[in-house]
């Protein structure tokens, strides 16, 4: 079966555009996300353009600051700078990566943390770590446990969730949702020995290493729950290209009880919840308008 995050993304995204009136009727605030991307990637741009959009759609404002690939870790530094004392500004987010120039976890922490509404600041990442209220949680991971428990249902305790990677962004934060929803988590990588055969004990496994369709059916035990976090990008025969997750679909899904697709699984999901966020920071820490 496959999880729908496109659809679940559009149904979070309508409740949202409900909060947002509502938040808006009683205090007065719109919430607002600033997005600052550095440089020209264009497959960024393309994923910048999705927001914006996004973002206008639910009732929030949208702005949007590009920066040329040479700018200075100065100058955006003194960018952020003008956006925490921003007002009208609930929710920065940084595109990564940045240029090989520019200190990336220098940009992070000088966010404050009341507006990283990516949830990567030292400041939330420790209060999800030790469970406490008021974190901003890191979008993606938060995605793959909606998903999750879009199949499975709301009580994931005592599974054995295997996550493959271990990054910042989301395998250490997708972690430690699953711990705290008592799942028995496990963090492998490129080190972890006989990767399949760990794969194979998870009741729900996650797959977050950017190599296309590392992941093979026979990795996949039967009746499992499988969240692609993977985004890659592969040239095709025709010299076009298309997109592919880190887990070879086609094997897993004969397999697997239930899998996200790529596209259509966790990235819309990511999105949708980079605007929950944002309405969560403005509700939290937002100015009523004078
Ligand atoms: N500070 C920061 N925060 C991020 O969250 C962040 C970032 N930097 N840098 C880039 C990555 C990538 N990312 C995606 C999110 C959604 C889709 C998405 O919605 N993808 C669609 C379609 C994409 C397509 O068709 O090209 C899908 O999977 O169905 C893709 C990529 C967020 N990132
Ligand atoms: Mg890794």
Same mark, same amino acid.
């Given at each position: ?14 409740? =949202? ?25 264009? #497959? %960024? ?10 973002? @206008? ?5 949208? $702005? ?19 956006? $925490? $004392? &921003? ?23 000088? *966010? ?5 509404? &990516? ?5 939330? %990442? ?9 974190? =901003? /949680? ?7 446990? *909606? =998903? ?31 711990? @705290? ?8 990588? %490129? ?11 998870? &009741?729900?496994?996650?797959?977050? /290493? ?6 093979k059916g026979d990795w996949i035990?039967?009746? #499992? ?8 990008? *592969?040239?095709?025969?025709? %010299?076009?290209?298309? =997109?592919?997750?880190?887990?070879d679909?086609a094997e897993a899904e004969k397999v ?20 929950? $966020? ?11 308008? @004078?």
């Amino acid at each position: 079966m496959n999880i729908d995050g496109k659809q679940v993304a559009a149904d979070l995204r309508q409740s =949202l555009a409900q909060e947002v009136a509502e938040l808006k009727q009683q205090t007065g605030i719109t919430p607002g996300l600033t997005v600052v991307l550095v440089g020209e990637d264009p #497959a %960024s741009q393309v994923y910048v353009r999705n927001k914006v959009k996004q973002t @206008q759609e639910v009732g929030m404002i949208s $702005n949007e600051f590009r920066m040329a690939a040479d700018t200075s870790e100065e100058a955006l530094l003194a960018k952020l700078d003008e956006l $925490n $004392n &921003d007002p009208a500004v609930h929710g920065i987010l940084v595109q990564l990566p940045l240029p090989k120039h520019i200190n990336e976890s220098r940009i992070i922490e000088s *966010i404050v943390p009341e507006k990283d509404v &990516d949830g990567f600041h030292a400041m939330n %990442s420790g209060r999800l770590m030790n469970g406490e209220e008021g974190a =901003l /949680v890191p979008c993606t991971p938060q995605g793959c446990v *909606i =998903l999750a428990k879009k199949h499975l249902g709301d009580d994931l305790s005592g599974k054995h969730a295997v996550v493959i990677g271990r990054s910042n962004i989301v395998g250490k934060p997708v972690a430690m949702l699953l711990l @705290q929803e008592s799942c028995t988590v496990t963090i492998a990588h %490129s080190r972890t020995k006989d990767l399949p055969a760990l794969c194979r004990e998870a &009741d729900i496994l996650v797959a977050a /290493v950017g190599r296309p369709e590392m992941v093979k059916g026979d990795w996949i035990k039967p009746g #499992a729950t499988v969240i692609d976090v993977g985004i890659n990008r *592969i040239a095709t025969e025709d %010299s076009k290209s298309r =997109l592919v997750g880190d887990v070879d679909f086609a094997e897993a899904e004969k397999v697997a009880a239930a899998i996200t697709p790529v596209p259509g699984g966790v990235g819309p999901m990511t999105i949708a919840c980079l605007l929950k $966020n944002t309405i969560e920071a403005a509700r939290r820490f937002g100015v009523r308008p @004078q």
